[in-house]
């Protein structure tokens, strides 16, 4: 055994003792915080130039932080599906397939139907309908509340969350989770964020999404606008820290476990794109996942591969409550097999593709056009160094696009959301 696997075993040893669920967890409050379209590289806790997040790797410090994190999809709605169920793409069938939306299970378990079973308060403050009870995302939450107006800005959600907590009764433990929008485009950040990272502000910034195509190979404009994605993230990281604050001054943070994901990244013309949900490449994929609370080793870094889906079976090992068999994500407080394979795929109007990533390579199969591309993702992070297809890899990306949908996902056919996919520029 190389003396840095004994190192990573006996580190994974330390920290599943002291992760191990029991009685006293069981009262420990949960905060998830989903931050949309947040790719890990624009942070400085995965090196990030940029100064995008002090609030953010002050939490990774504080506590553990998953290097190599994927997202199970390239668009919210699968995405968010799979923190919420532990499940692949896939096997939960929430996206848009073949012209139709289709949202949650009413059957199948999540994070906030098994907490409330198992007595605690739930609540949810999102934004964007494709979180909302159109597609079964309310499940389980005692109070809901969405916000589907492009003008809200995370400040308000913030706003909403504290209020809640402030004028209620809120009984403990508790699940609160809060989806943070302001990175997605539009890249409108408000003063002073606006003039943090280009001089110019959201001056030569777009209003109208998706970019037009003819603008893809104007470089100075792409830049210009990373800019302002960071300038948003920059905004939503300082909402965080008043979020943190404001809970701490509450009393409510000392008994709680902040579970920071993103729902999927953006990219910026790396690979001939923008935006989102048009591939699998890293800059749609690779996000960012951060513990933090109770029991956990604060300065833990983990670079074995984690994904979306091992969210819930974590919490619930954490929290001493029993993994759904079906569950398909790992307790990431437990061993970490080296060799896991984490999948990932991306179907949204014409486009078909899966990937598996099994330690450091990378394999994506774009199933129209049917191609393939291998990367050694740690020796070549930008994806450029094309590798031979791996065969056992291939089988695996095979066999989990082919894997059957596990649940029975509701179909949703109003024009409205089809017409705001395309608004967004996925269709
Ligand atoms: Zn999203």
Not at 54 to 69: E, N, W, Y
Not at 98 to 117: F, K, R, V
Not at 129 to 149: H, L, R, V
Request: aromatic residues 10%; glycine residues 8%.
């Amino acid at each position: 055994m190389k003396a840095s696997t004994v190192f990573i075993a006996l580190f994974l040893l330390l920290l599943s003792f002291s992760c191990t669920g029991n009685e006293e967890n069981r009262k420990v409050n949960i905060l998830l915080v989903l931050i949309d379209t947040l790719n890990a590289d624009h942070l400085g806790c995965y090196g990030y130039y940029r100064d995008t997040s002090p609030t953010i790797d002050s939490l990774a410090a504080s506590g553990v932080i998953f290097k190599s994190c994927q997202a199970q999809a390239s668009w919210t709605l699968p995405g968010m599906t799979s923190i919420y169920t532990g499940l692949s793409e896939r096997s939960h069938h929430c996206g848009y397939y073949d012209g139709t939306l289709y949202g949650l299970d009413p059957e199948m378990p999540t994070i906030s139907t098994i907490l409330q079973q198992q007595g605690y308060f739930t609540a949810a403050f999102v934004r964007t309908e494709f979180m909302g009870n159109e597609f079964g995302m309310d499940k389980g939450y005692d109070s809901f509340w969405i916000s589907k107006e492009w003008s809200t800005k995370d400040v308000v959600t913030v706003d909403t969350l504290l209020s809640y907590f402030s004028n209620n009764e809120v009984s403990e433990p508790f699940l609160a989770t809060i989806h943070f929008y302001d990175p997605h485009s539009p890249y409108q950040p408000p003063s002073p964020f606006d003039t943090i990272f280009t001089s110019s502000g959201t001056t030569g910034g777009l209003d109208d999404w998706p970019i037009d195509t003819n603008l893809w190979s104007d470089t100075a404009l792409i830049e210009h606008l990373e800019a302002l994605y960071d300038s948003e993230i920059r905004c939503t990281d300082s909402q965080l820290s008043r979020l943190f604050q404001s809970m701490r001054e509450m009393g409510l943070m000392e008994n709680t476990i902040v579970i920071l994901i993103a729902d999927h990244g953006e990219e910026f013309m790396e690979h001939g794109d923008t935006g989102h949900a048009n591939n699998l490449y890293q800059q749609t994929i690779h996000i960012p996942l951060i513990l933090s609370g109770p029991g956990i080793e604060p300065g833990s870094v983990i670079s074995l591969n984690a994904g979306q889906f091992d969210v819930l079976p974590t919490v619930l090992a954490y929290l001493d409550i029993p993994i759904p068999n079906h569950i398909e994500g790992i307790n990431l407080f437990g061993d970490i097999p080296e060799d896991r394979i984490i999948p990932s795929s991306g179907v949204v109007g014409d486009t078909s593709m899966a990937a598996c990533l099994q330690e450091t390579i990378k394999l994506m199969w774009f199933v129209e056009p049917d191609s393939l591309e291998t990367y050694d993702i740690a020796a070549d992070p930008g994806e450029m160094d094309l590798l031979p297809a791996d065969s056992l890899l291939l089988e695996k990306v095979l066999s989990y696009w082919a894997s059957p949908c596990i649940c029975t996902p509701t179909c949703n056919d109003s024009l409205d959301f089809v017409n705001k996919l395309q608004a967004l520029g996925y269709l």
